[in-house]
Structure formats: C-alpha cells, structure tokens
C-alpha cells in the first residue's frame, strides 16, 4: 500500500473521531436550545447561522487557499472551532450559556468552515494517489454516515447522564487527537505561487468562475447538483420528521428507526464505492444514482403508509449518495489543475450550498400553508391523491415527496442528456 495512502487512512480515521465530537456537540446544543427555549424557529436558526457565512465566504475562501499552506489552513480552522467548543463549556460551567452565544458560535463555525473545507479537499487530492480518489470518496461517505447514525444516540444518552459539559469534553479531546494527527504525522505537498502574485481575494473568486466558464461541463455539474440539492432540502431537511411523526401517531421510535436506515443506506452505498464497486462513467454514476434516489426514495416516501415502507425508501434514498459525491469528486480532481482546485472547490461549495437554506424554508411554507390544507379538502385535484397517499395530517407533506421525486428523477435525467455533460462523460479519467 502507498505510504501516503497509508497516511490518510490515519487522517481519515482521526478527522472521522473529531466529527463525531462536533456532531454530538451540535446535536447536544439542538437538545439544549430546545429543552431551554421550546422554540422550533430558535434551532432553525442555529443552521441558518452556520449556513450564511459559509456559502457567502465560500465565493472569496478558494483564491486565499490555493496561496496558502493547507496544512496551516486545516489547523488553525480545527483550533478556533475547538476555541468555540471551549467557550460554550465555560459559559455552560458558569451558568451563563444563552442561546444568542450559540448563534455567534455557530457563524464562526460556518466562517472557518468555508476555508477548512476547500483545504481539506486539495489535500485530499495531493495526499491519495489518482486511482484511490473514488475509493476514498466512498470512505468518507461512510463515515460521515456511521457519524449520522451513531452521534444523536451517544449524544442523547450522554446528554442524559452527564448534561452538555461531558460532551463538550468529549469534543475538545477529540480535536485534540486530530490536531496531532494532522500537525506530526500528515505531509501534504504544496505548490504555493510566488509572493510576488499581488492579485486580490476578489479577482482569484473571478478566476474560478471564468475557469468554470470556459469548462462549461463542470460548470453545467455544480448548477445541477445546487438544483438538486434544493429539490432533496425541500422534504428531507425539514418536512421528514414532521410527516412520519404525524403519520405515526407522534411515535419517536419509527422516526428513529427510519432515520438509521437512512445511514445504514449512505454506510452501504460508502463501503460499495471505497471498495471499488462502481460505474467508470462518472457523468453517468452521478445522473443515474440521483434520478434512483429521486425515483425510489422520494416516492416511496410519500406513498409509505408503515415503518417498513418508509425504512425501505429512506434505504433508497441514501445508498446512492456517495456514487454521486465520488463520480464528481473524481472528475473535479482529475480535470481541474492542482492551482486551481481550492478556488473551484470554494466556488462549488458556494454555489452547491447556496439552495440549501431556500429550500428549508421553502419547503416548511408549502408544507404550512399549501400542501397541509389542500389536502384536508375534496376536490378533483384531491381525490387521486387520497388514493396514492391517503387523508388526514401528514397526507400534504407525502404529495410533496411524491413532488420532489417525480421533479428531482426528471431533471436528473435532462441534466445528464446535456451536451456539455455528455461531452464530460466521453472524456478518460
């Protein structure tokens, strides 16, 4: 095996440990806020300030990452993060925590994050060898997934019993084993430009759209999948839960198992693409894996009426996630020129993220006020709906996955006869 493959599956393992630290201490403060303040709205707004400087940052972050050292880059990020983490244990200590802290955090979070990101993803193509990129696309899925599944159960029962200052402890000391991880075991080659490059922050951000302009089927790529990722955000992010509570009878323990088949989904789908299992095609990979998890997932999801049905879909839904994310990793990395790859990964990041918050909040509107109260009247459009989906609370939220699938599956499948997109596809990788 490749030493430095070798040395990013430790980077890999000990970056896996420290998410599922800040994933446990994210979720530990939802359960605070919640518990505290008894406001839906006030948790909705902990993501939102995570969101916003992310994708606003993320337009300008590329151009400083591809002049910098990564490395430093993904160890100064992984410090103020874990320099928030501490300050929230303080004020936690002390009594003083309020929600507004969690609101400042977060944007701090989300700030360091759109630097952290871009970085983490051009090391990652300087460390693996050219023929692993798909392989540990799938790796990272996978455990990105287990973290999914695993961190609300350790973080709630840890909550339970020793409150949010043994999970934030649990945090600091995860940071702590990848920061050493990352300052004395990881090499990461740089190829920084010349000092004497005087080109401003802003002017980089213009480079990486006017090469995203002249590569017209990357471009095509990210606008699809920001697209995408609006039609998935309109249900999954905020409509799933509230759905499957009201067509269960408010019962927490399907909406629990329906969650962790979810996981289980992205861990299968993971563990297929690290072990090389997957379409050479990597235009075809992403469009058909996304129009299966449209098609099957969504679908199913809003015609299910048992916990079966839904833990089928949510099955459907997630195994084919980390084809797509490997099939445009693998045509990012090996089609972008190393010096341009922070600036492309930022603008992506940007541009990918940026339908995410309006879809959350689009799809909670339509749910409110459109979905919800056409489907407690009888009229001609209602009907056959009752047939596929059935009445009562819930029943206008199932048409809105019944919406996204049949939406999502189509425009899966004009993206991928795209021209560009097919001139993409023919190219060797």
Known sequence: MNNNFKRYIIFWLSQAVSQLGSSMTSFALILWAYTM????????????????PFIIVSLFAGAFVDRHSKKKIMLISDTIAAVCSLFILMLTTSGGLQIWHIYVVNFIIGFMNSFQNPASAVA?????PKEKLAQVSGMNSFSGNLITVISPVLSASIFAFGGLK??????????IIAFCVLLFVIKIPED????????????????????????QGIFVIIITMALLNFFSRLTYENILSPMILARSGNNSV???????????????????????????????????????????????????????FWSLAGLMASLPIPFINAGQNVILYKTVPENMQGRIFAVRNALQFSTIPIGILLGGFLADYVFEPLMLTNSAVTTPLHM??????????????????????LFSFISYKQKEIQKLGKQDY
Do not use: H, W
């Open 37 to 52: 303040e008894g406001s839906a709205m006030m948790v909705s707004l902990m993501s939102f300030f995570n969101y916003l």
């Open 124 to 128: 990652m193509g300087k460390i693996v």
């Open 166 to 175: 043994f999970i934030l402890l649990i945090d600091l000391l995860s940071f």
């Open 192 to 215: 920084l430009p010349k000092q004497t490059d005087k080109s401003s922050i802003l002017e980089g951000c213009g480079e990486g759209f006017q090469y995203l302009k002249r590569s």
């Open 254 to 308: 399907v909406l629990g198992i329906v969650n962790a088949v979810m996981g289980i989904g992205g861990i299968v789908g993971g563990m297929i693409v690290a072990a090389g299992k997957f379409s050479k095609n990597n235009v075809k990979m992403i469009y058909v894996s996304a129009m299966l998890s449209f098609l099957l997932g969504d679908v199913m999801m809003g015609v299910g009426r048992n916990v079966v």
């Open 388 to 409: 596929l989906v059935g009445t009562g609370t819930g029943s206008g939220m199932a048409v809105m996955f019944l919406c996204t699938g049949i939406l999502g599956c």
